[in-house]
């Protein structure tokens, strides 16, 4: 640990991470539980993913009013435009969170932590940022989100590219022109297919660099008016923020778990289906029957009538292969799928070339563009690398946590995460993490999980203080049985058979393991839920 003085304004009660949906949650809260909170933000505003996620077309794939924080002072006065709402109204809803709870005045921007450090003696945690400042705090919450860790893929030749490249996750803030140009575009996971569905139609030539097609599904835009929010916030709201704890993946909607797939009649099951096609959103995924995840033969049938519908969209034969092919690449819904406005139709325009990298991979980038190993050159302008994150445990490993034997927490979880409900790891004491490994967190709709876990974690924080502790660590035993039982949720599904960022096999070298707990959203509240009642237990508390 650099030797630095702390500030006086910095010997905290609660330092956090992360100014996004749990950071901002977290600071409001113990704020008005009396204490003393700072949150240190790599960023130069709030928003989390939503303040780096400002690529063309980037957008929630919730619909309303699933996506917001459930603060009565907050969604009241607070309107959004459309179902599915863009970056840019998300951060205008962290602009309106911040005025709205005076959030600003605690948080420093443009504070990225690198290290942070327990020390035994004093009783709290050393955090450390880039550019100098240090914090000492009695609780230290990790609040980084799945998404703080951009993937730049190791291909040869990426520096030498003459044109302008860009991550979809630190696009740069000035206007970025992709119209008239050659645009290229690797990857088709969430963010690919919208960059793509946006830029499409005004670009000179598209090349999209697909290795896996995207089971997408359609978004169904709408706008929605103020009267609409207006009446569904006085009659509705209140309903539908507790139903989200109710439902699998903290949505509006919910499995079936009543009968399975091939219970139902043909007639039943294409009903449903066609129903939900038309509704548009996750419904077919989150809200389908439940055994579509653990089943093979239902799966089969949901990607078949998924297939036929995307197939029926596309002109060209090669096209209807590469997209939607006859023969699944993975279980359907096993690797998250997007929502889409105009994808497939992208790839029936005459400017537009989809290149299937199984059969012939990028070999290099060159100055003027991606060479691939059949010899062709595809000569670019702008090349976007979609390639996603080092999903859920990256935001946390990129910083050099130290707990109480000085193990970095990269270096205790390199041969596999261990933690406690999710939210606690042994040996790091006074340190909690939301909407990160071994909670409902991918599976889940992001402000559902962070305010359950927010406020388990308040709560936590609460019974310390009332009872005089002032030191609390996972036990090794509960924290060993919470990872069996995550391991053992994940096994009984098809989700070991994608290679997704689900299963950490997105990242090469990276453990391959389930990172998320597949149990459900109410199954995982009910649990933390009797854990508190009992005194939170497999915490130890001094
Ligand atoms: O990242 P991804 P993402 N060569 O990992 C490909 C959330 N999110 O940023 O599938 C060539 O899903 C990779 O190929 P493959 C959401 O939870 C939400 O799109 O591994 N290709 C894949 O196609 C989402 O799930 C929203 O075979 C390479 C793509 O890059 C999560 O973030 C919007 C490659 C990466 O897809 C991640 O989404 C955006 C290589 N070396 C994100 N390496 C919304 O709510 C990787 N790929 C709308």
Not at 39 to 59: D, K, M, Q, S, V
Not at 245 to 261: D, N, P, W
Not at 317 to 344: D, I, W
Not at 502 to 511: D, Q, R, T, V
Request: charged content about 25%.
């Amino acid at each position: 640990m650099t030797s630095t003085q702390t500030a006086p304004d910095l010997d905290l009660d609660v330092l956090i991470i992360g100014a996004g949906f749990g950071g901002i949650h977290q600071l409001h809260h113990l704020r008005k539980m009396g204490l003393k909170a700072k949150i240190f933000e790599a960023g130069e505003n709030l928003g989390g993913t939503w303040y780096w996620n400002t690529y063309p077309g980037a957008r929630v794939d919730t619909d309303l009013p699933a996506y917001q924080l459930s603060i009565p002072e907050l969604y009241k006065d607070w309107t959004f435009s459309e179902k599915f709402p863009d970056y840019r109204e998300l951060q205008a809803y962290f602009a309106y969170a911040d005025q709205k709870l005076d959030l600003r005045k605690d948080i420093f921007f443009d504070s990225r932590v690198k290290e942070a450090s327990w020390d035994e003696k004093e009783g709290k945690w050393t955090i450390l940022t880039e550019n100098g400042k240090v914090a000492k705090a009695k609780l230290f919450l990790m609040c980084t989100g799945i998404g703080s860790k951009h993937y730049v893929p190791d291909i040869k030749g990426l520096d030498t590219f003459k044109g302008e490249c860009y991550h979809t996750a630190r696009w740069p803030k000035e206007k970025v022109d992709w119209k008239r140009k050659r645009v290229g575009v690797i990857g088709t996971g969430a963010s690919g297919v919208q960059v793509i569905q946006e830029v499409a139609p005004d670009v000179d030539h598209l090349t999209v660099f697909q290795r896996t097609p995207n089971m997408a599904l359609p978004m169904r835009q709408e706008k929605v008016s103020k009267e609409t929010q207006d009446k569904m916030k006085e009659e509705l709201y209140p309903t539908i923020f507790r139903r989200l704890r109710q439902t699998f993946g903290g949505f509006a909607y919910h499995l079936i778990t009543e009968k399975g797939t091939m219970d139902a009649t043909p007639e039943e099951r294409r009903l449903l289906w066609e129903t939900y096609w038309e509704q548009g959103g996750f419904r077919i995924w989150v809200a389908n029957y439940a055994d579509i995840f653990t089943n093979q033969v239902a799966n089969d049938q949901v990607y078949a009538f998924w297939r036929d519908k995307t197939r029926d969209r596309l002109k060209d034969e090669r096209m209807k292969e590469k997209l939607a092919p006859m023969v699944p690449p993975h279980p359907f819904g096993t690797k998250r799928p997007s929502l889409e406005q105009r994808y497939f139709e992208v790839f029936n325009q005459p400017n537009v070339t989809l290149v299937d990298l199984n059969e012939t991979p990028i070999e290099q980038i060159t100055e003027k563009g991606v060479r691939c190993k059949d010899g062709t050159e595809h000569e670019l302008d702008i090349l976007v690398l979609a390639t996603g994150f080092d999903a859920v445990t990256g935001g946390m490993t990129a910083i050099d946590v130290k707990g109480s034997d000085g193990e970095s927490i990269g270096y205790k979880w390199k041969d596999g995460v261990a933690t406690y409900l999710g939210m606690t790891v042994t040996t790091y004491p006074n340190m909690f993490f939301l909407y990160g490994p071994q909670g409902p967190t991918g599976l889940s709709n992001g402000p559902s999980s962070v305010e359950m876990q927010s406020e388990w974690i308040l709560d936590c924080i609460k019974y310390m203080l009332d009872n005089g502790y002032k030191r609390v660590e996972a036990d090794t035993t509960a924290e060993a049985k919470w990872r069996d039982w995550v391991m053992e949720l994940t096994e009984q599904t098809l989700f070991p058979l994608a290679k997704s960022w689900y299963m950490g096999a997105n990242i090469p070298g990276k453990k391959i393991q389930p990172v998320n707990f597949a149990g459900g959203v109410p199954t995982y509240y009910q649990h933390i839920t009797e854990i508190a009642q009992k005194r939170y237990e497999g915490l130890i508390f001094e």
